[in-house]
């Protein structure tokens, strides 16, 4: 069973040493400039020539590799085929799939959404390679973030694998007493219903005692939290947060002029 | 003056008819370990909310008379200030977990960290905390890779880092295996040996026995009787009210019917049976 449901691996690079904010910088600054700037090629050139070498220097590229094969890639084609055979527009039919047809615009521009979404989906995989999730939320808490919002995101990520066991003791006990789990789909769905009960109403009364819990650690105290972990935060960290800005703007400027 | 002082506590969960503790009064001196008796219903459980400020700031509902400790009343503070003076620590110990943080050490600098405490001074007290516990070598785990024993003494400790006045368990043990139940009695022991109060629910009659300084029993609601352990384990009043004893008790006072046991005082403890037995003969 997974202890817990997080991508980050520990090792030490300039990647993971930098602030998580200017990490999270970083992926809105891929996502804008490949979504706006006004360029065919840019969406695979950054993934190409930047977003796999940064993979290198993060010292994960194995496990984006991983990643990228088994989710990225298949989600990217998945989004390429239906942007392609569905957007009715071009003349130049390139190929037909029954009565389906792939024109060479609807070829383009599905290129375009399906690169974008690599971008995208990469930039955000490589943050949580080289990101702590409770780094990240102890920083943006420090810099204002309300600390239920974040307690809610890391809690939700420690307690769904947990949730997943306790879905598969469910399952193994209503299957001792006769519950049908393995034939026909339609029974098989129909085998859900007993699971969810148990498993939701179960997860209601434990909130309760949760809230008990944090609230006897004083989470609700209206005095500042500190932090036991200092995230650094360098004047290079400053910089490269500000060029990240810039060159966001710039590409929505550049979008907008053209 | 006594740390904690009930006066006439009456209380009644919203939607509810009948009330869940009934004229209750209580005064509770530094350094007493208390421990409470009863049945499903009978009232523990909302005594140790009320004790710990979630009666009625968390769980709402209709109360009247006070509750002090160390001389500021619960009706005049706001719950986030009261749970600094009060640690509260119940059964389940997975649900303690907070679930925001990865390791053990993180886990027990929550509270800390809530309350503002400077980072400097969080390192040192969290080390403390967990020294006293004993589960320093935990540090760096994860709370939810750990068993239950081991994650009930990391809600104690969670607690204790606060510091708090006064300590209050809501059947800590029940779901401890005997290994378990052993890790967490000698911490409380431990705590209450260097000046802890602690309020603990608990049904493991010889373990009262052995530790505690005061039991009191609820039935309804209401306090049916307290004392010394060894008197009120043994008393009448407990077993026709329906309270479990424990077995050298109800073997000594077959016993005694049989004129085999000749001491006045029944045991509760194996220890104090034996000895009774031995003096017999």
């Not at chain 2, 009625?56 to 001389?71: L, Y």
Request: hydrophobic share 45%; charged share 20%.
């Amino acid at each position: 069973m997974h202890e817990r449901l997080s991508f980050y691996i520990k090792r030490d690079s300039v990647i993971h040493r930098l602030n998580p904010l200017t990490k999270l910088v970083l992926v809105f600054a891929f996502i804008g400039v490949a979504f706006t700037f006004p360029w065919y090629w840019m969406s695979l050139s950054l993934f190409l020539f930047v977003l796999i070498p940064l993979a290198f220097v993060a010292k994960v590229s194995r496990e984006y590799f991983f990643t990228a094969t088994r989710l990225i890639l298949p989600a990217a084609g998945f989004l390429f085929l239906m942007q392609a055979l569905f957007q009715p527009i071009g003349e130049e039919i390139i190929f037909q799939f029954y009565f389906l047809d792939a024109t060479r615009e609807s070829l383009a521009f599905a290129f375009t959404i399906a690169a974008r979404i690599i971008v995208m989906i990469s930039a955000f995989t490589l943050l949580l390679l080289t990101t702590h999730p409770s780094e990240l939320m102890s920083d943006l808490t420090r810099r204002g973030l309300p600390g239920q919002f974040a307690y809610v995101i890391i809690s939700t990520l420690q307690i769904l694998p947990q949730m997943q066991a306790k879905a598969q003791t469910i399952i193994a006990a209503q299957r001792s007493r006769g519950l049908d789990t393995e034939s026909t789909f339609l029974k098989r769905a129909g085998s859900v219903l007993p699971l969810v009960g148990p498993l939701v109403f179960g997860s209601l009364v434990e909130v309760e005692e949760r809230a008990i819990a944090i609230e006897a650690r004083g989470f609700t105290s209206k005095k500042e939290k500190t932090s036991l972990h200092e995230v650094p935060d360098t004047v290079t960290d400053k910089t490269i947060r500000w060029v990240l800005i810039i060159l966001i703007i710039l590409s929505i400027s550049l979008n907008l002029w053209l | 003056m006594a740390l904690v002082n009930i006066q006439n506590l009456t209380y009644k969960y919203p939607l509810t008819k009948t009330p869940a503790l009934q004229n209750i009064n209580l005064q509770i001196e530094q350094g007493e370990f208390i421990s409470v008796i009863g049945a499903n219903g009978a009232g523990k459980s909302t005594l140790c909310y009320a004790l710990a400020g979630f009666v009625p700031h968390f769980f709402k509902g209709e109360i009247s008379g006070e509750i002090e400790v160390d001389g500021v009343a619960s009706s005049k503070s706001t719950l986030d200030e009261w749970v600094v003076n009060v640690g509260l620590a119940f059964q389940n110990p997975f649900n303690q977990i907070s679930g925001a943080k990865y390791t053990v050490f993180e886990e027990i600098a929550f509270g800390l960290e809530n309350a503002g405490v400077p980072r400097e001074q969080m390192q040192s007290r969290v080390e403390e905390a967990m020294k006293l516990t004993g589960i320093s070598n935990l540090a760096d785990r994860s709370p939810y890779s750990l068993s239950g024993g081991q994650q009930q003494r990391v809600a104690l400790t969670s607690i204790l880092v606060m510091q708090p006045k006064l300590l209050v368990l809501d059947e800590p043990t029940s779901q401890m295996d005997p290994i378990g139940t052993r890790e967490v009695f000698s911490v409380i022991h431990n705590l209450t040996q260097s000046g802890m109060t602690v309020v603990m629910v608990e049904h493991k009659v010889e373990w009262i026995a052995h530790f505690a300084t005061r039991v009191i029993a609820l039935k309804d609601g209401s306090i049916l009787t307290e004392g010394k352990p060894g008197d009120v384990l043994t008393s009448d009043v407990l077993t026709k009210n329906g309270f479990g004893v424990s077995r050298y008790t109800s073997v000594a006072r077959e016993a005694k019917k049989q004129g085999l046991w000749k001491k006045e005082k029944l045991p509760v403890t194996l220890f104090e049976a034996a000895e009774g037995f031995n003096r017999n003969a």
